[in-house]
């Protein structure tokens, strides 16, 4: 009886945690979308893992409309029973993969005093712990969160923020930090490495690097909702937990926002039941991508307008000094720098607050800033879609040498660590 009760206990738990990160994951997905959408001819990319954590580190925070709005708008709260603890065994179920290494932190002016059950709130979710900084003196403050940050990607990201990146006015940061090394499974034989031609979303043509290998590979043919053809490949990493899913339309002209718009949690399942094994020889572009997007404009178009408005944000549940917070939010993500062999490093998500004169707390601004480098080793950051093309050879060629979509995800958990797309190659 205690055994059937222990596999009952267990069976839930793992359902409850799967429902908090198809949540999250659609979530992630949502704010890729309207990043696309807005920039539909240039490479973007995001890790919709980093959006979600800090805006629930937020959440924890949020009463009243704010709260409802953020709900409404993440499909989740950590305020809810259970939750918290779902998200905590999130968190330490990536962090015990030998290639993923995540954290979250929060810097708060030390005279500014958080709510017990704030406090108690975020350590039950995020395993985190208030650090005081005087903020005072902003030149100090960005000098201990980049040495956080430092600590948090094994030394990759040294200086994260800029001096003069922040002000006295600056009340409190949620950081989150991700980093990710990741060698292929079966590396791509650098000696057959091609200059070939890609066809960018904009119409014009850019040699790229492209690599290539002969494999079996998990392989399947979808169509989207409106009729859409496109393709999945996956190219796993080493140990077989982490892979790239590799994303692209049939036809050329395709949009890759039209895929977007058709990725879901849901979706992802669909493609895991159904990709199957075969022979492919897969030619993908070796590729640095940069980019660098304010998610604010995005997260108005998602309903949250409330907590960027001093008006009508209400935080009252994040510190005993305020009456109402609005918080002024910068995500920052994602500098990949590379250390020993390969990695990919994401100081993900800077969250901070600062108040108006009567020491309300508002939202100011969403930033988030990726690198993803891609070779024949591995893969430092990134999420990822794939344009594919057969070639007349008795091996099937995929050939990703237009626009494709990349999303690079836990296995076990479905969290989509990364995600982008890619429409036209940086110059050699």
Not at 298 to 322: C, I, P, V, W, Y
Not at 330 to 344: A, E, I, N
């Amino acid at each position: 009886m205690l055994c059937v009760y222990t596999f009952l206990l267990l069976t839930l738990s793992g359902a409850a945690l799967g429902s908090l990160q198809d949540k999250q994951t659609d979530f992630g997905l949502k704010v890729f979308l309207m990043l696309a959408r807005d920039s539909v001819d240039q490479n973007v990319a995001l890790s919709p893992y980093g959006v979600s954590s800090v805006l629930a580190m937020a959440q924890l925070g949020a009463a009243g409309n704010t709260r409802k709005a953020l709900t409404a708008a993440m499909g989740f709260s950590l305020q809810e029973r259970g939750m918290s603890r779902q998200q905590r065994l999130l968190q330490r179920d990536l962090s015990s993969e030998v290639a993923v290494d995540t954290a979250s932190g929060v810097m708060v002016e030390r005279k500014m005093s958080l709510e017990k059950g704030y406090r108690r709130a975020l350590f039950k979710a995020f395993q985190s712990h208030p650090n005081q900084v005087d903020f005072n003196k902003p030149d100090q403050a960005v000098s201990i969160i980049n040495s956080w940050v430092s600590d948090h990607t094994a030394g990759a990201i040294p200086e994260f923020l800029a001096p003069g990146s922040l002000t006295d006015e600056t009340r409190l940061v949620l950081l989150n930090a991700l980093h990710f090394q990741g060698l292929w499974k079966v590396p791509f034989d650098s000696k057959l490495t091609q200059e070939r031609m890609f066809h960018c979303a904009n119409g014009s043509n850019v040699p790229v690097h492209m690599m290539t290998l002969t494999n079996r590979y998990n392989y399947g043919e979808f169509v989207t909702a409106d009729g859409i053809d496109y393709d999945v490949i996956e190219v796993p990493y080493e140990g077989d937990r982490l892979s790239m899913l590799l994303v692209s339309p049939f036809e050329p002209e395709v949009s890759l926002s039209t895929l977007s718009a058709d990725l879901s949690s849901k979706t992802i399942k669909q493609w895991r039941r159904e990709l199957r094994s075969v022979k492919r020889q897969l030619a993908m572009p070796r590729f640095t991508l940069n980019s660098e997007v304010n998610l604010k404009a995005a997260l108005l178009k998602m309903g949250l307008g409330d907590m960027f408005n001093l008006a009508t944000a209400d935080f009252t549940r994040m510190s005993e000094l305020t009456s109402f917070s609005t918080i002024r939010t910068m995500l920052v993500s994602c500098r990949l720098y590379q250390y020993s062999d390969f990695g990919l490093n994401v100081c993900q998500t800077f969250v901070y607050y600062c108040p108006a004169a009567d020491e309300r707390l508002c939202v100011s601004k969403v930033l988030q800033k990726v690198k993803i480098e891609v070779d024949e080793l591995g893969t430092k950051g990134a999420a990822a879609t794939a344009a594919v093309m057969f070639s007349r050879m008795a091996v099937e060629e995929i050939t990703l040498d237009r626009p494709f979509l990349f999303l690079i995800q836990h296995k076990q958990t479905g969290t989509v660590l990364f995600m982008g797309q890619f429409n036209q190659p940086q110059q050699q």
